[in-house]
């Protein structure tokens, strides 16, 4: 049993930057892939960014290229989601999320075995 705890989020201004924080207990998280989703109102969950177990194979939506990093800390059992250049279409609810399986990079949310609770990202004009 793994539990995740999302944090970081919050209200920032168009162009501005937010890093959100995934902090797992109860096992450690080192040999799971992990995975950023996102879901604005009115509008289906989307794939963000995910990340294989040792943190050097990455996987990005279109929508994150260039602009999001994802990244992990396995020491502290924590998987990072850093955000530059944010405009309002990013705001939304974003959860993480593990893949306790397979082990291979999925963006299908169906995919993955844990998932957070959340944390809201406003983004302001």
């Known amino acids: 049993q793994v539990q995740l705890v999302e944090s970081g989020g919050g209200l920032v201004q168009a162009g501005g930057s937010l890093r959100l924080s995934c902090a797992a207990s109860g096992r450690t998280i080192s040999r799971y892939v992990m995975g950023w989703f996102r879901q604005a109102p009115g509008k289906e969950r989307e794939f963000v960014a995910a990340?294989?177990?040792?943190?050097?194979?990455?996987f990005y939506a279109d929508s994150a290229k260039g602009r999001f990093t994802i990244s992990r800390d396995n020491d502290k059992n924590t998987v990072y989601l850093q955000m530059n250049s944010l405009n309002p279409e990013d705001t939304a609810v974003y959860s993480c999320?593990?893949?306790?399986?397979?082990?291979?990079?999925?963006?299908?949310?169906?995919?993955?075995?844990?998932w957070g609770q959340g944390t809201q990202v406003t983004v302001s004009s």
């Open positions: 990340i294989m177990s040792g943190g050097g194979r990455t």
């Open positions: 999320a593990a893949e306790a399986n397979f082990g291979f990079l999925t963006m299908s949310f169906a995919d993955y075995d844990y």
